[in-house]
């Protein structure tokens, strides 16, 4: 079965860390960009990083950028998302979805259909 599954996701003082999990099944890792999104109640979609399998350049939104770290471990066909210096704000649930192509300029671009379940994250003052 081709899937994601997200993992990592809890509860957390502001100022703390976590780290997520994206691991993948099912399909060829190294082919596609792999990005991280998230979604806080009332809001859109937010891309907050991406990072491509076959060079490992890496994208990351302003939001997120100097806090959080993208990275991926082919043998274990598993993105990693660091997150540092949490904030209330950082609040959402957070999913990977592979992609085909990452731009620099502004992350992951040309959809698949693989997505993951998502994993949630609350961030407490």
């Known amino acids: 079965e081709v899937q994601l599954v997200e993992s990592g996701g809890g509860l957390v003082q502001a100022g703390g860390s976590l780290r997520l999990s994206c691991a993948a099944s099912?399909?060829?890792?190294?082919?596609?960009?792999i990005g991280w999104f998230r979604q806080a109640p009332g809001k859109e979609r937010e891309g907050i990083s991406c990072i491509s399998s076959r060079d490992r350049s890496t994208y990351y939104a302003d939001s997120v950028k100097g806090r959080f770290t993208i990275s991926s471990d082919s043998a274990k066909n598993t993105v990693y998302l660091r997150m540092n210096s949490l904030k209330v704000e950082d609040t959402a649930v957070y999913y990977c979805g592979a992609f085909y192509f990452l731009a620099s300029e502004y992350g992951c671009y040309g959809p698949t259909d693989i997505w993951g379940q998502g994993t949630h994250v609350t961030v407490s003052s």
């Open positions: 099912g399909f060829t890792f190294d082919d596609y960009a």
